[in-house]
């Protein structure tokens, strides 16, 4: 079966550290760009990050640069998120996204929450 699975949610102090874990299966990882996105109660879903299939390039989206870290393990099939420094703006499910070569197949996992909050 093809999926993504997410995990490494929970509920964190402001300030405080979380990693998130996307296990991949189904399908030739190493060959994917992989990202993750979030949404808040209310919001648009919105890029994190994302990382290329080579492992060479990252993109992050402004509110999270210099805070939260994505990269990748082609042997485990399983891409990461560091979350450093969280804010209660942080807070929302993160989902893992999967996007093959020239785009022709798109995989979502099922998102994990994340809460910060005193």
């Known amino acids: 079966q093809v999926q993504l699975v997410e995990s490494g949610g929970g509920l964190v102090q402001p300030g405080g550290s979380l990693t998130l874990s996307c296990a991949a299966s189904?399908?030739?990882?190493?060959?994917?760009?992989m990202s993750w996105y979030r949404q808040a109660p209310g919001k648009e879903r919105e890029l994190v990050a994302r990382i290329t299939s080579a492992g060479g390039n990252t993109n992050y989206a402004d509110s999270v640069k210099g805070r939260f870290t994505i990269s990748r393990d082609d042997a485990k099939n399983t891409v990461y998120l560091q979350m450093n420094s969280l804010k209660p703006e942080d807070t929302a499910v993160y989902y893992c996204?999967?996007?093959?070569?020239?785009?022709?197949?798109?995989?979502w996992g099922q998102g994990t929450q994340v809460t910060v909050s005193s």
């Open positions: 996204n999967a996007v093959s070569a020239r785009a022709i197949v798109r995989l």
């Open positions: 189904g399908f030739t990882f190493s060959s994917y760009a």
